[in-house]
């Protein structure tokens, strides 16, 4: 089945494209609705997904996930209590949540590594949406009612994990070009022009 993966900035208003994408195509939109699939096959809450996929591990939390995996009786107690899941098992989980929505497809698929996880599929769209700092700042504002100083931290440190997590278990920029078939910049466009944008390359190269 087809499918359309969109990356986005933070503050580019990737959402608001992917769900105008969906909309024109008649096709499955997994924005939140994939955290919320994810979230009930490891038995926990969207917000506590959310939580472990925008955190780093402590290293005593590294730690006691690798002893329980190798020797879980030399554990103390305290750490052989159970423990969130891990960011290796959120990703297990996301990709199998992935496959299913991409075996009933078409789908339109928001974030979550999946522009990396189906890189090798020759029946997809990678979409990357972008826009200037400035331009990114200004949405979050707007869109949050934020100080602008607030929404400058926010976008800086959730663009740079974004980088992080796709470059740790994929070895691939999350922002390179090379990487997508198509770049959207989203404060020239605008997110109804990017997403009547996308929806045109994919009737002509996924038809």
């Not at 990396?116 to 949405?139: E, G, K, M, W």
């Not at 198509?182 to 045109?200: F, K, M, R």
Request: glycine content about 6%; aromatic content about 6%.
């Amino acid at each position: 089945m087809p499918v359309i993966t969109i990356s986005r900035m933070f503050g580019s208003g990737g959402s608001d494209v992917a769900a105008r994408v969906a909309d024109g195509l008649g096709w499955t939109l997994l924005d939140n609705a994939l955290v919320d699939r994810v979230a009930a096959r490891l038995g926990r809450t969207p917000v506590e997904v959310q939580a472990i996929e925008e955190r780093v591990p402590s290293l005593a939390e590294r730690l006691a996930d690798a002893l329980a995996l190798g020797s879980p009786e030399i554990l103390s107690p305290a750490l052989s209590a159970p423990l969130p899941p891990t960011e290796e098992r959120l990703l297990e989980v996301t990709e199998r949540v992935i496959d299913d929505a991409v075996a009933r497809g078409p789908v339109v698929l928001v974030g979550r590594g999946a522009q990396s996880y189906l890189a090798q599929r020759t029946d997809a769209l990678h979409v990357f949406c972008y826009a200037s700092r400035p331009a990114l700042i200004a949405r979050v504002v707007q869109r949050e009612g934020i100080p602008a100083e607030e929404a400058a931290r926010r976008v800086d440190e959730t663009n740079k994990r974004r980088e992080q997590y796709v470059r740790r278990y994929w070895q691939r920029s999350w922002h390179a070009p090379e990487n997508y078939h198509l770049c959207v910049n989203t404060e020239w466009l605008g997110t109804d022009g990017a997403g009547d944008l996308i929806v045109q390359v994919a009737r002509e190269r996924l038809a």
